[in-house]
């Protein structure tokens, strides 16, 4: 069966430096999108993306963040420079075309900004 | 806007008796409805999902839901707890209104016992 993949697992970064995290969706879909969850916290939308622009962001989702679909594959998220308050893991999704459609989810990637 | 309350924060059962996890649901739509399962460092995985066909509605590894309307419920049971259900679980909701946005609860976790 077909998976969103997210790498790296696990990446840790010193505040105020730059990461991008990566995602490949599912190739037939369409709708892209990053959640977050911090820790013991609930799982929170952060943007959706269709037809190469942002479709929908939530106030999370300030000018530190910026997401890319530089090619064909890849679905990126992009934190400019980092907080403390960053550290999450971070889930890429994906869906097919169909108003029922589910997202499917990647495994993740845990931020830890030091 | 939508939201879905999830009323028990941690469940925990004896392996080979019935699973029930709560979820209430509130929404201005026609909701789809969804539980997702979230394994120790795993990513979220669709167990069920709820479109507006049949109330009851049968997912993976024996997990079904019942939506009622008229409880604005959507409860996940299991027959015969299995010691590899024990994870996170989470109910979910979308917003038809925002690319199927995703709106979370807060998730409960099940233990199984021996």
């Known amino acids: 069966e077909p998976e969103v993949t997210q790498t790296p697992s696990h990446q840790v970064t010193q505040m105020g430096q730059e990461v991008i995290l990566r995602c490949v969706p599912i190739s037939n879909h369409l709708y892209f999108y990053w959640y977050r969850q911090i820790l013991g916290q609930k799982v929170e939308f952060l943007v959706s993306f269709y037809n190469n622009e942002i479709s929908e962001k939530s106030e999370i989702f300030d000018d530190q963040f910026s997401v890319e679909r530089p090619d064909g594959s890849n679905f990126t998220l992009k934190i400019r420079s980092t907080k403390l308050e960053d550290s999450a893991m971070y889930f890429c999704?994906?869906?097919?075309?169909?108003?029922?459609?589910?997202?499917?989810f990647g495994n993740g990637t845990r931020l830890t900004v030091t | 806007a939508q939201s879905v309350t999830q009323l028990d924060s941690h469940v925990s059962v004896s392996e080979g008796t019935p699973v029930l996890l709560r979820c209430n649901y509130s929404?201005?739509?026609?909701?789809?409805l969804f539980w997702y399962v979230q394994h120790p460092n795993k990513g979220l995985q669709l167990l069920l999902k709820y479109t507006s066909a049949a109330t009851l509605v049968k997912g993976i590894n024996g997990f079904e839901a019942e939506f009622k309307k008229s409880e604005t419920s959507f409860h996940l049971t299991k027959p015969s707890a299995h010691m590899s259900d024990a994870a996170e679980y989470f109910c979910v909701v979308s917003d038809p209104r925002s690319f199927q946005k995703l709106v979370f609860g807060t998730g409960t976790r099940l233990l199984v016992s021996p």
């Open positions: 999704a994906s869906r097919a075309t169909g108003g029922n459609s589910p997202l499917h």
């Open positions: 929404s201005s739509y026609s909701p789809s």
